[in-house]
């Protein structure tokens, strides 16, 4: 369970979300959708720890437990996962170093006396999940997202997914970059890592990504605040008619 409480979060002096309420239970799929500027991204951002944005009055809870003081390495520690709509493209480190050490870092805070995977152990297990996703071997060798098409960089991120086992998954316009055949592949593995215990919560404005991957509770941002809760149904309403107010 994720959820926020009465959260105004202010970047560079200027107020950007005012109380802001969501209750994000464990195994559901919530959509964040709102206009361009209406603040979806900047709650992303903030929920992740992004350290532009300062807490000014509320709370993130996971599990209950408060989170907004956690550096954002001890965030995604605790379980939280954000894809952000550009992947940064990193020279110089191999994908499979990456992989090992963000796996390294989460066994290492999950058990101090754990021992790390060895190189030869965490190439079996890249190479088994990879294969999962179609991704080919070879791109553990690879520069980190170096060169890589915007279905390969997704694939990558659902590697990490599989890798982490996060809690909340928070998709900021996941479809970016993406064909009509990368996004289909995309939803249908996102499909497959929903889990009883792990939260998606999806910002975009596609909303062929409901069909593929359908939300049990949807949320309607506007100049930082949340405007609209409700079901699938507010995403036909905003298909017919804009982001304006609910149809009599």
Same mark, same amino acid.
């Given at each position: 369970?994720?959820?926020?409480?009465?959260?105004?979060?202010?970047?560079?002096?200027?107020?950007?979300?005012?109380?802001?309420?969501?209750?994000?239970?464990?195994?559901?799929?919530?959509?964040?959708?709102?206009?361009?500027?209406?603040?979806?991204?900047?709650?992303?951002?903030?929920?992740?720890?992004?350290?532009?944005?300062?807490?000014?009055?509320?709370?993130?809870?996971?599990?209950?437990?408060?989170?907004?003081?956690?550096?954002?390495?001890?965030?995604? %520690? +605790?379980?939280? =996962?954000?894809?952000?709509?550009? &992947?940064?493209? !990193?020279?110089?480190?191999? $994908?499979?170093?990456? /992989?090992?050490?963000?796996?390294?870092?989460?066994?290492?805070?999950?058990?101090?006396?754990?021992?790390?995977?060895?190189?030869?152990? %965490? +190439?079996?297990? =890249?190479?088994?999940?990879?294969? &999962?996703?179609? !991704?080919?071997?070879?791109? $553990?060798?690879?520069? /980190?997202?170096?060169?890589?098409?915007?279905?390969?960089?997704?694939?990558?991120?659902?590697?990490?997914?599989?890798?982490?086992?996060?809690?909340?998954?928070?998709?900021?316009?996941?479809?970016?970059?993406?064909?009509?055949?990368?996004?289909?592949?995309?939803?249908?593995?996102?499909?497959?890592?929903?889990?009883?215990?792990?939260?998606?919560?999806?910002?975009?404005?596609?909303?062929?990504?409901?069909?593929?991957?359908?939300?049990?509770?949807?949320?309607?941002?506007?100049?930082?605040?949340?405007?609209?809760?409700?079901?699938?149904?507010?995403?036909?309403?905003?298909?017919?008619?804009?982001?304006?107010?609910?149809?009599?």
């Amino acid at each position: 369970m994720f959820h926020i409480q009465n959260l105004s979060v202010e970047a560079e002096g200027k107020r950007i979300l005012e109380s802001v309420n969501l209750e994000l239970p464990s195994g559901e799929v919530c959509y964040l959708l709102g206009k361009n500027g209406s603040g979806k991204s900047s709650l992303s951002l903030a929920i992740a720890g992004h350290p532009k944005y300062s807490v000014v009055q509320g709370e993130f809870f996971l599990d209950d437990e408060p989170i907004s003081g956690l550096a954002p390495e001890d965030r995604s %520690a +605790k379980g939280i =996962f954000l894809s952000l709509q550009n &992947v940064p493209e !990193i020279k110089g480190v191999k $994908l499979f170093e990456y /992989l090992r050490s963000v796996v390294n870092a989460k066994i290492r805070r999950e058990g101090p006396s754990t021992k790390p995977l060895s190189p030869f152990l %965490a +190439k079996r297990l =890249f190479q088994k999940e990879a294969l &999962v996703l179609g !991704i080919p071997e070879t791109f $553990l060798d690879r520069e /980190l997202n170096v060169g890589f098409s915007g279905g390969e960089k997704r694939r990558i991120e659902l590697l990490q997914m599989r890798l982490l086992n996060p809690k909340l998954v928070i998709l900021d316009e996941i479809d970016s970059w993406l064909d009509v055949d990368a996004f289909r592949m995309v939803a249908s593995m996102l499909a497959s890592l929903r889990s009883p215990d792990r939260t998606f919560l999806i910002v975009t404005h596609n909303f062929s990504l409901v069909e593929e991957l359908p939300p049990d509770r949807v949320f309607v941002m506007e100049s930082g605040r949340i405007v609209r809760t409700g079901g699938r149904e507010i995403v036909g309403e905003i298909a017919k008619s804009g982001f304006g107010p609910p149809s009599q």
